[in-house]
């Protein structure tokens, strides 16, 4: 069984910062890419930033130049690197992970809420 166990949300003030984090666990064999998404009141979820296991990184529109993410292999751990936030960067953040165990499957943490407000 595998486990995606995230940290990090908070409240924060507008062009303040937060850090997330995600760490898997449990029947992993190797971990391929791995990324955050996020889901606004009444919108669809969407994607925020993926990593492959060789640290490329692909980033939405919205987030480029004020979030970084980047990834601990050793760890088995995914990091969102959040800066200037704005208040609609509001939302709950959701890491995922495709997991080999053996067989490669999507998995999903149960997210944290990054609320920006003054």
């Known amino acids: 069984q595998v486990q995606l166990v995230e940290s990090g949300g908070g409240l924060v003030q507008p062009g303040g910062s937060l850090r997330l984090s995600c760490t898997t666990s449990?029947?992993?064999?190797?971990?391929?890419?791995m990324g955050w998404d996020r889901q606004a009141p009444g919108k669809q979820r969407e994607l925020v930033a993926t990593i492959t296991s060789g640290g490329f990184t692909n980033y939405a529109d919205s987030v480029k130049g004020r979030f970084t993410i980047s990834r601990d292999n050793a760890k088995n751990t995914v990091y969102l690197q959040m800066d200037s936030l704005k208040p609609e960067d509001t939302a709950v953040y959701y890491c995922?992970?495709?997991?080999?165990?053996?067989?490669?499957?999507?998995?999903w943490g149960q997210g944290t809420q990054v609320t920006v407000s003054s």
């Open positions: 449990g029947s992993i064999f190797s971990i391929a890419s």
């Open positions: 995922n992970a495709l997991v080999a165990s053996p067989l490669y499957q999507n998995h």
